[in-house]
């Protein structure tokens, strides 16, 4: 059990808390504290998502009174991610932050796989510092500052400053360093309050600063699915006349909105040509997990804060509270309270949302009008469709001789109209026992159905000449664009002359219209920054580090990190200096080897063997390879010159 630590300051980092217990005690080594505080030999110092939180909380003293969910809600950047993931994988972050197994919590966050990095190094305000110091005597590590897309303190409207100490220290992985000691004085930048990217910066810190400190709202994916199809369709030229969202659309207004520079400052960049963008992801997968960022842009986008969006009146509450009846007059749960949820359109006649209810007989209407009373939950606006329950009594209704078509009507609770437009289309047969009269004859309406192609061949053959004409002088567009030019006569085409609009269509694109990439540029740029990390690397005076593949991508900058972990097989000539500037196991410890008798020299020790074979951390299995036992006599033999 831990005979102190710490009491944690307001948002303070739980890292920062670490670092401030490893600062007080001072053990001999930095591996010690973590066994200390983790009891465990497998823990390390993470400054974003720590886990095994269980073990620190069983050592801390008993009359603390501190909890994991205390140091999960209060001092971890959890709070952030949470309004924005699915309860049940939220959840899951939580055991696994409290118990072992923390090795996944990034992937399950989405960041491993997103192109919203973390922070390269741990940040600060200048002025907080100051205020901090007043209160406290000390300053720390806020944990609101090192929240990706947060540039300014909200509180005192000026630029965060980056420190020294790296957010992922590969090297020094059990190292906690406390803010007092890193933190370096500078003056502090004030943000113009005229200035839109400024004030976008601003808005995006205050909106963060609220999701860790006062949001308890875990919605769900659904959730914030139907509410941004709410909001979004409230502006009618974005909804198309099926109630679509009109992501090309509603993607150059927010690119209007927001300037590029902050797009790229913020890791969100969108590209019209690229079709699968984040945006369109948002407003048309409601089950893929998105960076809060991401949601923030297009709330704020949407005109409001996190705060008046989360804190919005529910989608569904348009149509009342679930559950909802069935209106099937010949279902057993009929005007039963049966259907759970619903889905919104948006009506381009009269610019009106429309809630469409499927029970699970099959039976699909819609209601048009919102929920105002009672009686309003079982008024529908129009029927969407019957299902094999309802067209399975008209049949049994239909061969009835004792029905007339009235009583066969009040049965299935529609018109006589709709009894023979239904049976017309099920194909039932003319006449009915006991009659002679034929549908056509009771429902004149039902003659057009059979003329109506016929009368549109001229119009057919019209669209034709016109499709050809378009293709001849538009032969590099592919088949969406041409149909955006000219949909009427494509949906024509399309519903009177499918085959021959399919033999006539230009061959379809292999890139879905997203431009080409000059990968071979990008070769040429990223096998530059592979040959000056590599000899960074090398060059680094500190205790030597495997220069491998791996550890030669983690160093370079974004975007071309990116490119070698992700896309190295399209980047050849990078592929190739990577393999010959990455070294073996066995040149690794040659280098350990040369760097420990340089340390020796300059200290004026001449090493025994066994003192060189230590520093230089050679295990027993390296230190018996050839090229190893040759650079360890090498290495004793210049200390005798």
């Not at 509603?250 to 963008?277: F, S």
């Not at 039976?363 to 299902?387: H, W």
Request: aromatic content about 10%.
């Amino acid at each position: 059990m831990l005979a102190y630590f710490p009491d944690p300051y307001p948002n303070e980092l739980f890292y920062s808390i670490c670092a401030r217990f490893q600062d007080r005690v001072r053990y001999p080594s930095q591996r010690a504290t973590v066994e200390d505080l983790f009891q465990t030999k497998n823990a390390i110092a993470i400054f974003d998502f720590p886990s095994r939180l269980n073990r620190i909380v069983a050592a801390l003293p008993l009359k603390s009174g501190y909890t994991v969910d205390y140091f999960i809600n209060n001092h971890t950047l959890l709070s952030f991610y949470s309004p924005f993931l699915p309860p049940e994988r939220n959840q899951l972050i939580r055991e696994e932050m409290d118990g072992d197994n923390g090795a996944k919590i990034h992937t399950r966050l989405g960041i491993v796989a997103g192109y919203v990095e973390m922070p390269s190094h741990l940040r600060f305000c200048p002025l907080c510092v100051e205020d901090d110091k007043k209160l406290f005597g000390e300053c720390y590590w806020h944990r609101l500052y090192q929240v990706p897309g947060v540039e300014v303190c909200p509180t005192h409207a000026v630029f965060l400053e980056k420190s020294d100490v790296l957010t992922h220290n590969r090297r020094r992985t059990y190292e906690f360093l406390a803010a007092e000691q890193a933190i370096k004085m500078v003056l502090p930048r004030p943000i113009d309050p005229l200035e839109p990217i400024h004030k976008i910066l601003f808005n995006i810190a205050r909106d963060i600063k609220w999701l860790l400190n006062d949001c308890y709202f875990v919605p769900g994916l659904e959730n914030l699915y139907q509410k941004y199809l709410s909001l979004v369709k409230n502006s009618p030229e974005l909804v198309t006349y099926t109630g679509r969202i009109r992501v090309q659309e509603l993607l150059r207004l927010l690119k209007n909105h927001y300037p590029a520079k902050v797009l790229e400052l913020l890791q969100c960049p969108l590209d019209e040509q690229i079709r699968d963008n984040w945006l369109a992801q948002l407003v048309r997968f409601p089950r893929r997990v998105h960076h809060p960022l991401r949601h923030l842009l297009l709330i704020q986008f949407l005109g409001y804060s996190a705060q008046e969006f989360f804190e919005l009146q529910e989608a569904n509450k348009l149509f009342g509270d679930a559950p909802w009846p069935c209106l099937n007059a010949v279902c057993q749960y009929f005007q039963q309270f049966r259907i759970k949820e619903y889905q919104i359109t948006y009506n381009q006649d009269n610019h009106k949302l429309t809630g469409i209810f499927s029970c699970t007989c099959g039976f699909v209407y819609c209601r048009a009008t919102p929920e105002q009373s009672l009686e309003d939950r079982f008024q529908l606006s129009r029927i969407k469709a019957y299902g094999s329950v309802w067209e399975e009594s008209l049949k049994l209704f239909w061969y009835d001789p004792l029905l007339t078509l009235k009583e066969i009507g009040n049965r299935l609770g529609v018109s006589v109209k709709t009894v023979l437009r239904q049976a017309d289309r099920l194909k039932l047969t003319f006449p009915r026992p006991n009659t002679t009269a034929r549908a056509k004859d009771i429902c004149s309406s039902l003659k057009l159905r059979a003329t109506a192609y016929e009368v549109a061949t001229n119009v057919i053959e019209s669209c034709r000449q016109e499709w050809l004409a378009l293709i001849a002088i538009n032969i590099d567009l592919g088949r969406t664009q041409l149909r955006n030019k000219v949909p009427a006569v494509y949906g024509q085409l399309y519903k009177y002359d499918r085959d021959w609009l399919n033999e006539h269509l230009p061959p379809p694109q292999t890139n879905n219209g997203t431009p080409d990439v000059d990968w071979e540029s990008r070769d040429i740029e990223t096998m530059a920054a592979v040959k000056l990390s590599a000899q960074q690397l090398k060059d680094d005076s500190t205790r030597p580090i495997w220069i491998s593949r791996t550890a030669i991508a983690n160093s370079l900058a974004h975007p071309a990190s990116a490119w070698v972990k992700r896309h190295l097989k399209r980047l050849p000539k990078t592929a190739e200096v990577l393999a010959q500037l990455s070294e073996t196991r066995e040149e690794f410890a040659v280098r350990r080897v040369q760097w420990a008798a340089d340390c020796f020299r300059q200290e004026n020790i001449v090493p025994q063997r066994w003192q060189l074979v230590r520093r230089a951390g050679l295990r027993p299995e390296i230190r018996e390879l050839p090229l190893v036992q040759e650079a360890i006599a090498t290495a004793l033999d210049s200390f005798n010159l």
